[in-house]
Every structure is written in C-alpha cells, then in structure tokens.
C-alpha cells in the first residue's frame, strides 16, 4: 500500500523566527501565515519491511546527506508512534518550488506528516498532525489545517500544546516577487541561532511579536485589513531588524528587496492599500485585497517575477493505492 | 568688530540616536565620530547692538523660518551666559554640504558656537565649548574638540557632564558614498522620537550601544582598526533596525544604500578590510585603512559618486577683524 498526501507552501504575516526548543521545534512565540493555493508538494510514502535503510527521492532523484537525514529523523519519530521498525520509500515533487524562491519545507514535511501517518497506520486528528508535522520543520505544522486558508500556530509550552489551526482571516491575495531563488548565505536554522544569541534585539522581538500575534488574530478574526496589513509589514521589518543586530550581522534584504519595499509604499501613496513582507531571503511578499492584486502585481512586475497567489487548502491524503510492497 | 570661526562635520562610528533631554539636548547614549578634513563651515558673528532682531544669512541669502528660529534660540542661550542683549549678524557658508549629503549642522552650530562666543566675550574651555554647541545640535558638540580628528560625546547626566572630548584612535580613511542630497522624508529629530516612542528595540538600543562605546573606545585606543570597523557596522546596522522597528515603520537605506553594503561584504571577502555605516538618510560611508581608500572609492564609485575624507582639526577661530559696527 502506498499513501499520497498533498500540502501548499505557507508565508506568514507573523513571523516564526527563534526556537525555544530545537529538539522539539517549540517556538519563542506564536505566528499566523496564509496558506498558498499553488506550488504544492505530493509526496507518497511506501512501506518497505524488507529494506534496511528509507530511501527519499526527491524530484526523481535519490537524496543524500542532510536532507535525507532529516527525513530519516522524521520517520524514526513516526515509527517509534505506530510501535513500527519497517523502513519507507518516501517519493516527493515540488511544483515550481525553488523557481518561486519559497521554502519548500513547510509543504514538503506537512505532506510528508499525513502521508506517512497514513501508510504506518497512525489515525491522527488535524491537531495531532500539526505537532507531527511541526517536528519535521516548525512552519510545516501551519501547512496541516484545512478551512480558512489562515493559520495560527500556537506556541504552546510543549509537544502537546505546540500546534497550528486554522483561523478567520479577510479574503486576500499575495503578490510573490521572486528575486532569488538560490540558496542563502545563512540559513534560517543557523540565523535563528545567531540572533537569538548575538542580537540585543532578541527579547524584544519575541515580547513585542507575541504583542503583534494578538492583535493580528484580532484583526483577522473581524476582517480588519487594513489593522493586518500593517501589522503584518511592522512584524516583518522587525524580524529583519532583529536579524541584522546579530554578531557578525546578518542581512537577507537585497537591493531590490528594498525596492520593493519602496513600491509598496509609494502604491500606498496612491491609494492601493498594500503592505510588504519578506522571509529570510530576498524575496518580497506583497499583501493586498483581491481586486488590487493586479495592479500590485504590475507595479512589482518591473522589479522582478511576481505570482499572484489565494488562500490554499490544508494538507491531505489525495489517493492511496493498494500495491505489492514487493 | 567680527569674530570668525571654522569648524568640519563628523560622521559618527558608534551612533548617536535617542535624546533623554530634548531641551538640553542629552543623549541617551555616548557616541564616537571622526571629524572630517573636508566640507567645512565658517561662520562670522557680529554684534549689531541697536538692531531689533537677529539676522542669519546662509551663502549669502537671509533665512528665516525654524533653522533661523534654532540660530536665535542658540544666541539667546549665549546672551544669557554672557549677560549681553545685543542682536548679532550670523554669516555662514558651507562648502559643498548639500551635495555631499553630509548634515550640515553639526559643522554649522560648532562654528557658530565658537563665533558667538568670541564675539559675546565669552572666555570657554574647549569642554564649554563643546557644551555650548551641543545646545544647537547634538552632534555639533563632536566637531568641536582638536587634536586627533576623533571624540566622544560623553553622554553625562546634566548639561555639566555632556560633553565630548578627543580621544586616540587609529588612522583610517571614511569613503563617503552620496547617495542622495535631498531632505529626508522623516527628520532626525522626529525619527529620535519616533522610534524611542514606539520601537520594542529601544530600550535594547540604548544598552547594546552603550555597552559597544565602551569597547570601541577600548579598541581606538588599542589602535585595534578590525574591532573598531567591526563595532561600526554593527552599531550602525543596529540604529537602523531599531529605527524600523518604528510604528508607522522608518526606512533610511535605499536600493542603492544595500547594494553598497553588498559591495563593502565583497570587498571584505575579497580581503580588503572595509566597514559600512550610514546615518539617518541612504548615504553609507565605508570606514577603511588609508591604503586602502582609493580601492574602496573605486569599487563603490559604480554606485555612486564618492569622496574620500581624513580625520580633520576641531572647530576653531580663523581670524577676528576689527570693524565698525556701524
């Protein structure tokens, strides 16, 4: 038998940035993201009781090193939950993800978490599949929730209270403008550390996040756009500020990162209400109401390569296909 | 009879940003700068005892409006120290401040300072001098001490102890890349406010920069150019993350200010030892060994256009001509 899950990428407008436990992927503070409704990722797992190690394709193409290693990890976890010790093959596709410059982790462990809940026998509740996912890579746990296309991941204060789920939010496009799709010079696992333990804005970037957190749900929840939009571009310059205090400094704003910045703002100006957002990486993120997307996207479109994008679907099975393991 | 006076703007390599007394202009922090060898003002003051009113003249023509209200309330404030009520007659010119994107008023108010208090006969130590100036702008009170081209304002606690004073520090050359000449959209002043006001980093600001002062002191001294440069493109980068943690946001840098810390980060992989900082607008000025000037001039040079500046003298009297006054 083999199970066939899907999940879209997510991009927050409060950002996760800083773990308070790395073994469990805990966050310092809650966040809330939209998920997107393209560049899914369909990852099928099969069980292989007769193989001594998991084999990972991604693309087609076996995978090595870390990226296996982290696979590996997250089955380890799954098989000591359904009491199992068979090896898997785990197949995954990327639609467009690195060409879009989005982290494809979220997607990619998300639908990794209900594929393999299914095919090891695990009967998971949304919940349970969140704090799953979650420890595959944090922002994945966000990626589970079906409903709104919005989701909120409570920080909790352990593996049982750490979890996503889907909120009310206003009805919004994002305008991805791509800039770079390659890889960073630091990493966001190495960046969080690095902040967390050299930058002197670090307290103050949790406190004043899990501030932001509470009122953006608020907002969401009574379709307040513009309250959202502006919480959203604050908490994401504050991220960046945090992550530029840090010892050596570390800067993921590129020239036309700033660029686009400075066209959200003058689109504002005019009267477009748009606000910006921007992950570890060059890449911006523009947020507006549905009828202006367009515009946004062509006023972006003269920096770089936009993608229009609506609120997606949670992460789900899409088919599981009984065959012969062997 | 006139006195004339000379001072040179100073670019700051630990920051001054955040007042704790608006009306005495004290700092919340100490800072460090280096005086420049170019771009200097000089400034004739002449009593004019049976005018009714004071006159400013800048490169020849009369202002008014608030920079001649901030002129008349420094005179005040010297006419009560030296018990005169005469009016003066203010001349003064910069050479090349607007084009250089460099503010004008810290070389402005030094020069004034010095004028105005030969002329009132106010006979000041070079530390009330420096007092004096720092009641017309903060920062002015850096461009008054002579010897190695480089102070500290020492934050104090009154207006007795806020002061600055020389200090030793190893040569290097400043590389000053001009970005843009106009105004900014948010001033100084309101930007110190701004962000003291609403910035969640503030209070982090105040401590960390506090806390780098003292080891960049340690390291000018040392004659220690790497920490030094290293501790100012830190500090640097960290005033403006705390600027844009600001609500509504504030953003100094632009495109062109990132592609030049881009190009200082490549200089430095390539092995010349460069250093950025920018003040409150997208000028960036890179901090190097003076061997290594014209390099950094020439790379940053396809940014835009740059001018290469050595440590210069403090503020001082150029002559004093004996005229009738009327």
């Known amino acids: 038998m083999t199970a066939i899950a899907r999940a879209h990428p997510n991009i927050a407008l409060v950002k996760y940035w800083g773990k308070r436990d790395e073994e469990l992927i805990l966050p310092e503070t809650g966040s809330l993201s939209m998920t997107l409704d393209a560049f899914p990722t369909t990852t099928s797992v099969t069980l292989t009781p007769d193989a001594d190690e998991d084999v990972f394709l991604l693309g087609g193409e076996a995978v090595a090193g870390k990226p296996l290693e982290r696979v590996v990890a997250f089955l380890d976890h799954v098989r000591t939950l359904a009491g199992s010790t068979s090896r898997a093959r785990v197949e995954s596709s990327n639609e467009v993800p690195t060409a879009a410059g989005l982290a494809s982790s979220a997607a990619g462990f998300a639908a990794l978490a209900v594929a393999a809940a299914a095919e090891y026998g695990l009967a998971l509740s949304e919940r349970d599949l969140s704090r799953l996912a979650r420890r595959g890579s ?3 746990c966000r990626s589970i929730p079906d409903g709104t296309g919005f989701a909120i991941w409570r920080a909790g204060t352990d593996d049982q209270s750490s979890y996503a789920e889907a909120v009310p939010a206003p009805d919004l496009r994002m305008v991805v403008l791509t800039l770079d799709a390659g ?3 630091v990493s966001s696992r190495e960046g969080m550390r690095r902040s967390a333990a050299t930058s002197p804005f670090h307290d103050a970037w949790v406190s004043s996040t899990t501030q932001t957190l509470v009122e953006a749900e608020a907002a969401a929840a009574a379709g ?3 309250t959202l939009g502006e919480l959203t571009e604050s908490n994401a310059l504050r991220m960046h500020a945090h992550i530029n205090g840090s010892v050596p400094p570390i800067r993921y704003l590129a020239p036309a990162s700033i660029a686009a910045f400075d066209a959200i703002e003058s689109l504002r100006a005019s009267g477009v209400e748009v606000y910006g957002t921007a992950d570890a990486g060059p890449n911006v993120v523009a947020v507006c109401r549905p009828g202006d997307a367009d515009a ?13 994008v609506a609120p997606g679907p949670g992460a789900r099975l899409v088919s599981a296909a009984v065959e012969c393991a062997e």
Chains 1, 2 share one sequence.
């Open 183 to 185: 890889s960073k010079s």
């Open 296 to 308: 946004v996207a062509d006023a972006l479109g003269e920096i770089g390569p936009t993608t229009v």
């Open 224 to 226: 307040d756009f513009t």
């Open 138 to 140: 944090g922002s994945a």
